[in-house]
Nanobody, 119 residues
Framework: QVQLVESGGGLVQPGGSLRLSCAAS????????MNWYRQAPGQQREWVGI???????AYTDSVKGRFTISRDNARNMVYLQMDSLKPEDTAVYYC?????????????WGQGTQVTVIS
């Protein structure tokens, strides 16, 4: 059974930091690209960033320079370090595992963790 379990969300003041974790099980973690998405109230789910199986990263413009994604393949973990948080970063953050091969995609989602940035 595949599971992605996020943790580390909470309440933080503007300018603060949080580190989200996503624990994966039931998949060959190292071959999956791992994404973070977020969804604010009343908004569509938004892609935040990715760390590919080879370790390269990319981010949406609004978080570049503030957020950092890393992974630990030995522990089947992916992390989202969020610094200089802003109220507009408030959202439910979701971990996503994506594997593409020969035109076929397999993906899994976590249940999400709430991040609230408020003064």
């Amino acid at each position: 059974q595949v599971q992605l379990v996020e943790s580390g969300g909470g309440l933080v003041q503007p300018g603060g930091s949080l580190r989200l974790s996503c624990a994966a099980s039931g998949i060959s973690f190292s071959i999956y690209d791992m994404n973070w998405y977020r969804q604010a109230p009343g908004q569509q789910r938004e892609w935040v960033g990715i760390i590919i199986s080879g370790g390269g990263t990319a981010y949406t413009d609004s978080v570049k320079g503030r957020f950092t994604i890393s992974r630990d393949n030995a522990r089947n973990m992916v992390y989202l370090q969020m610094d200089s948080l802003k109220p507009e970063d408030t959202a439910v953050y979701y971990c996503n595992a994506l594997f593409k091969t020969f035109g076929k995609s397999t993906e899994y989602w976590g249940q999400g963790t709430q991040v609230t940035v408020i003064s």
